[in-house]
Nanobody, 124 residues
Framework: QVQLVESGGGAVQAGGSLRLSCAAS????????MGWFRQAPGKEREFVGGIIWITGYTFYEHSVTGRFTISRDNARNTVYLQMNNLKPEDTAVYYC?????????????????WGQGTQVTVSS
């Protein structure tokens, strides 16, 4: 059974940084793509970025490109979302997701497994 557990959320001021972690367990994730999504109150869940585990290839939503960086630690089976220069509009619950495929996946409906989410609040 795949389990994803996010951590690292919190409250920061605009311009600050946070690093979210997604600890993955239950199987080997070499054949998986891992995605980060976020959902603000009253809004739909939106794609933030992703990483193809075996290659380390990363892809991002336009509004976070240059500010957010995704990486993975094979030894810890953990994916990270480093968020710099945070803005109030980045405030949301952030989710980690996984799908058993080696390809770029940007749509939430295509991911099979989800974590419980972690809250990020950015004040101006």
């Amino acid at each position: 059974q795949v389990q994803l557990v996010e951590s690292g959320g919190g409250a920061v001021q605009a311009g600050g940084s946070l690093r979210l972690s997604c600890a993955a367990s239950g199987r080997t994730f070499n054949n998986y793509v891992m995605g980060w999504f976020r959902q603000a109150p009253g809004k739909e869940r939106e794609f933030v970025g992703g990483i193809i585990w075996i290659t380390g290839y990363t892809f991002y939503e336009h509004s976070v490109t240059g500010r957010f960086t995704i990486s993975r630690d094979n030894a810890r089976n953990t994916v990270y979302l480093q968020m710099n220069n945070l803005k109030p509009e980045d405030t949301a619950v952030y989710y980690c997701a996984a799908r058993n495929t080696i390809s770029v996946v940007r749509t939430s409906a295509e991911y099979n497994y989800w974590g419980q989410g972690t809250q990020v609040t950015v004040s101006s």
